[in-house]
């Protein structure tokens, strides 16, 4: 079910206990702002995830809420990740999805990186 963007953050959401290692995940970058892992249900032949340590429902949310070098830390450590990885030269692309339009699923803020085969053109999936 797709989430709100806005609203109370929910504790119990799946990042919020696998920050609190309640839920192994398979990390690849951590470090005092952001924490990164391969997504369960890859749809591309790299797709990590990549999440704030901080309490925040949405982009929405971490954009206009979180302290500006906050935001500064999280997306070098997105930019981080997709270097390390590798990905830098063949490319990759980033992605959040915000709100139930979006079909935004977890309600803790999260950047896609998707990258290992050419990705197409189309930024909108389904329809
Ligand atoms: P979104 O639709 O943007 O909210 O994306 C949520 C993503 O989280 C989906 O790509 C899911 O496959 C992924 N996901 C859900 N649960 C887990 C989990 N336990 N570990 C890793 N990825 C997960």
């Known amino acids: 079910?797709?989430?709100?963007?806005?609203g109370p953050y929910d504790?119990?959401?799946?990042?919020?206990?696998?920050?609190?290692?309640?839920?192994?995940?398979?990390?690849?970058?951590?470090?005092?702002?952001?924490?990164?892992?391969?997504?369960?249900a890859p749809q591309a032949p790299v797709h990590v995830l990549v999440i704030p340590k901080g309490a925040y429902v949405s982009f929405a949310d971490f954009s206009a809420e979180a302290p500006a070098e906050t935001v500064a830390a999280f997306f070098r450590a997105v930019g981080e990740v997709a270097k390390a990885l590798g990905?830098?030269?063949?490319?990759?692309?980033?992605?959040?999805?915000?709100?139930?339009h979006s079909g935004q699923e977890v309600p803790h803020f999260h950047v896609h990186i998707l990258a290992g085969r050419p990705l197409g053109a189309r930024?909108?999936?389904?329809g």
């Open 1 to 6: 079910m797709p989430v709100s963007g806005h």
């Open 11 to 40: 504790p119990q959401n799946i990042f919020a206990r696998i920050l609190r290692g309640e839920i192994p995940c398979q990390p690849v970058f951590e470090n005092e702002v952001a924490l990164a892992f391969h997504d369960i």
């Open 87 to 100: 990905l830098e030269a063949a490319g990759y692309r980033i992605l959040a999805n915000m709100g139930p």
């Open 123 to 126: 930024l909108v999936a389904g």
